[in-house]
């Protein structure tokens, strides 16, 4: 069901926050017991993820949870609105870089807004998991586009929210200052042990295909690793954020 051209909703309670200029998603789960965002977006886009919320019913201080799936500043940019009231989770490996401000890696410039510390109150492991009562969240530790990067697995659905690891077909996105093309393909080996019917990207078109795009991410990396002119990358640190 459309809510309107920023709302979709993709499963009973989930809903794809489409962020402004180069469809930057964030994801809300209304769960029984608590609300989970996955990912802020960029700090410029925060007055729109504001108001697709506020359509929703929601207040900023009804978000329970905000989930980052890796420390990239598009992913996290908007955290600072939320952090007094809602818990910060982040795998640990992205929680060091965000918790110390390291800007080599989220890649903040200079210019950005977000300039108060940013706090991570849950450093997450592997296999941790959020039981929301109607829908149960599993982290799956995926390095490679970044050290800290994390998929999150809803159980029901078999859906997965896969933040720069995984997008529709099959495309990489650029491997980061923390990451690594073998990290990356053990990662995607070790997601196609689950059943998932649909990818949930951070970024692009959702997917119901995540067997093949899956196989094509591993030949892309694959490719990359032999130097092979033409692998299909995509880089969002390019996009500006001026029109946002
Ligand atoms: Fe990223």
Known sequence: MVKDDLIIELQPNIFRLKGAGSSRHSY???????????????DKNFSKLQKSLLTLGLKIRDIDIVINTHEHFDHIGANRYFQDYALIAAHRFAATKIAVEDRY???????????PSLKVHLWLENRFRFDLGNYILEVVHTPGHTSGSICIY??????????DTLFAGGTLSYIGESGSVGDY????NLLETRKINELYPGHGKISNTPEDDMQKAILNARALLRDEEGVEITDFREVPYANQ
Do not use: A, H, W
């Open 28 to 42: 809300l789960i209304r769960g029984d017991y608590k609300n989970v965002l996955i990912d802020s977006g960029v």
């Open 105 to 115: 890696v989220t890649m903040y410039k200079s210019g950005d807004l977000n300039e």
């Open 154 to 163: 809803e159980f029901t659905r078999k859906i997965l929210f896969t933040g």
């Open 185 to 188: 393909i053990n990662s995607i």
